[in-house]
């Protein structure tokens, strides 16, 4: 469990120190192109959830509530062995220090800081911690798809 809780601490940190740069330093240029026209960084004031989400609503509690619950659920899931394998777990610490990271964000500040910006597909603006949320859930969907597969395989 410890590591999982030092690989927490250092994701948010590596979140939470490229806001804070976003936040002291991107902000005043509002946008830097990288690569014009494809991929820029751009400095945003998030008041929703993913991808600005319920943003007209004041729902920044409702968010850091739903943040600290699924981290406690993510680790009473660890904690009790309910996850077989290493993937299963490391998906979840994703998803868990994403989540966090936002939260911190939103207490902090009242918004979440983004800044990475894909022009060229249109994307939303997004940061390192959606980056983790994203990267865990789809770790999350591919342990459940082979542990459900080999979950049938040895019932046959």
């Not at 998030?46 to 007209?56: D, E, K, P, V, W």
């Not at 509690?61 to 699924?70: K, M, Q, R, S, Y």
């Not at 022009?119 to 980056?131: K, S, T």
């Amino acid at each position: 469990m410890p590591i999982y809780i030092c690989a927490i601490l250092l994701m948010i940190a590596a979140d939470q120190a490229v806001k804070y740069w976003a936040f002291t330093s991107l902000q005043a240029q509002q946008t830097i192109p990288l690569i014009n026209g494809v991929f820029h960084l751009t400095y945003i004031e998030n008041r929703g959830a993913a991808f600005s989400l319920f943003a007209q609503f004041d729902s920044r509690w409702i968010f850091v509530v739903l943040a600290i619950v699924i981290t406690v659920a993510i680790f009473t899931a660890i904690y009790k062995n309910m996850l077989q394998t290493q993937l299963g777990c490391w998906s979840l610490i994703l998803v868990a220090a994403g989540a966090l990271g936002n939260a911190i964000d939103r207490v902090a500040h009242g918004f979440v800081v983004d800044m990475f910006d894909f022009r060229l597909i249109h994307f939303p603006v997004f940061n390192v911690a959606d980056i983790f949320i994203c990267a865990g859930g789809v770790l999350f969907v591919l342990y459940f798809m082979f542990q459900h597969k080999e979950t049938s395989e040895a019932e046959k």
